[in-house]
């Protein structure tokens, strides 16, 4: 083989391991971008989840006499709609009572890929979030 011939062989070779190389780093930066946007949308879904829980506890309350339901009560009122069985765009959410208080909390099913952020809200209706690492938020993280 005649060193030219070789040395274009070589750096044809080189030329399209590059190629291959930008075309994964760009599918790598596609794949991230749209990570980011799922999680936007599933983070945007769970606190409008959240509020229409809070809604639906608001109306429970004035048409119980007092008393808070249950994620179960709230859906055989009517008052809120549960496709997914406690569960939401990649959240699970889980809504307890206490005599005159209620909390709902909203975590990602799979932290880092469904969500970072972990929301919570109770009957005072502000709403909580923070990137708890898939713990459930608290009413002492910062308002969302």
Do not use: W
Request: proline share 4%; net charge positive; glycine share 6%.
């Amino acid at each position: 083989m005649r060193p030219s011939f070789a040395r274009a062989l070589l750096l044809g070779l080189l030329a399209a391991v590059a190629a291959c190389n930008q075309q994964q780093a760009q599918q790598s930066v596609q794949q991230a971008q749209q990570s980011v946007m799922v999680t936007a949308a599933n983070e945007t879904a769970a606190i409008a989840r959240l509020r229409a829980i809070a809604a639906a506890e608001a109306r429970y309350q004035v048409e119980s006499g007092g008393s808070y339901g249950t994620l179960d009560q709230l859906i055989q009122k009517r008052y809120v709609n549960d496709p997914s069985q406690g569960k939401l765009t990649g959240y699970r959410f889980e809504v307890q009572v206490r005599p005159g208080s209620f909390q709902v909390t909203a975590v990602p099913e799979k932290f880092g890929i469904t969500g970072n952020r972990s929301f919570y809200v109770d009957e005072s209706n502000v709403l909580h979030a923070a990137d708890k690492k898939g713990a459930p938020a608290t009413v002492s993280d910062p308002e969302a």
